[in-house]
């Protein structure tokens, strides 16, 4: 193979064969399914999430189940509390899963913990790692719903999550954000600054509809579409170089030109799982192929054209994305003007 079309990479500590990562979705159920990711070409895969929610709600049914047995004495030998239906639970199967994974795969496999709020159930990222995962991804899903509560508490509270992960594994740990905080490159130097290994750029908020007939609320979940990639592509131009985590593009990666793209923008990985829940997992090798043809083309190495077109290091950040809004606003008077 020559040299330039050569696609390992490094992504926040882990070797990867290519650069083009399975994020967390429903592609990885099952130890076939992520050998088949495998196969196709992704350079790691993203487990499923595990929520704070599931989490919490075992924790509970476990807390109620020993109160239901408080009573009972050491003698009684012949009795046994009656077991749940899912001996192991939802924690149990995914650990399972995640160790038969780390097994079969000669990819990283990443876990994925998604929770909003401190606490105890951050300590299964321990177990994750005991059960083999490569790394861990934790997903803050927070809509701050308090109207009281300030952007700064809202920081706070991601570095207390992430505080808490690091505490209790010796893997890296990647922290996927949203883009809604008041000054996300702060956010992202903080995380950065609190030993976060990798910043994935960026979490979608389920955001609900109103259907005007039944006149009610619909929610829903639709596969991300290539135009939201645009906002990914943008904060990643600005952190290249400037932050010491690595960084991953998400959200919008449909074609090669999606990977392309958020590669010259400056991601050290791009994720995708809408594109591959439509086209199948064997797409991946499609999107791989043609960055491989794209470099070859433009005989760039993959490290040549990480960054590509990043914000320059030495040009103020502000300064430098209010002349391309001038610039692109030009334009569009220019076209669209009477």
């Known amino acids: 193979m020559p040299a330039e079309t050569e696609l390992s990479t490094d992504y926040m500590g882990l070797r990867l064969p290519s650069p083009l990562v399975a994020s967390a979705g429903p592609l990885s159920q ?18 499923f999430s ?9 924790e509970a049914r476990l807390v109620e189940a020993a109160e239901e047995h408080a009573d009972s004495f050491a003698e009684a ?69 308090d109207l009281s ?16 992960v690091k505490d209790v594994v010796s893997v890296p740990v990647a922290v996927k954000l949203s883009p809604y905080f008041s000054n996300l490159g702060r956010m992202a130097g903080g995380l950065d600054e609190a030993g976060a290994d990798a910043l994935v ?19 829903g979940f639709e596969l991300s579409r290539p135009d939201e990639g645009r906002l990914p592509r943008t ?37 995708t799982t809408s594109a591959l829940i439509r086209h199948g997992a064997g797409y991946a090798a499609e999107l791989v192929d043609g960055l491989r043809r794209y470099l070859g083309r ?22 430098y994305e209010r002349s391309g809004y001038v610039s692109a606003l030009e334009k569009a008077k220019r076209r669209y003007g009477v």
């Open 30 to 47: 099952s130890v076939d399914q992520m050998k088949e990711l495998e196969e196709s070409g992704v350079g790691a895969i993203v487990m």
């Open 50 to 58: 595990l929520f704070e929610e599931q989490l919490r709600h075992e």
């Open 77 to 145: 030998l012949s009795f046994f509390p009656t077991p749940p239906s899912n001996e192991l639970g939802e924690t149990g199967n995914y650990l399972s899963l995640l160790e038969r994974g780390a097994n079969a795969l000669s990819v990283p496999l990443i876990a994925s913990l998604n929770g909003a709020r401190s606490g105890g159930w951050t300590t299964t990222a321990r177990r994750m790692q005991d059960a083999g995962a490569a790394a861990i991804e934790l997903n803050v899903y927070f809509v701050p719903g």
């Open 149 to 164: 509560m300030s952007g700064a508490e809202v920081e706070e509270r991601h570095l207390e999550i992430l505080q808490a």
């Open 201 to 219: 750029l960026f979490n979608r908020f389920l955001q609900p509809d109103i259907d005007i007939h039944r006149k009610g609320v619909v929610s």
């Open 235 to 271: 904060w990643l131009a600005v952190l290249h170089g400037r932050v010491g985590a690595s960084l991953a593009a998400t959200s919008g990666v449909e074609t090669s030109a999606d990977v392309i793209k958020a590669l010259l923008a400056g991601a050290d990985v791009v994720m």
């Open 298 to 319: 433009n005989r760039l190495s993959l490290a040549r054209a990480r960054g590509m077109l990043a914000v320059p290091s030495d040009a103020p950040i502000d300064e």
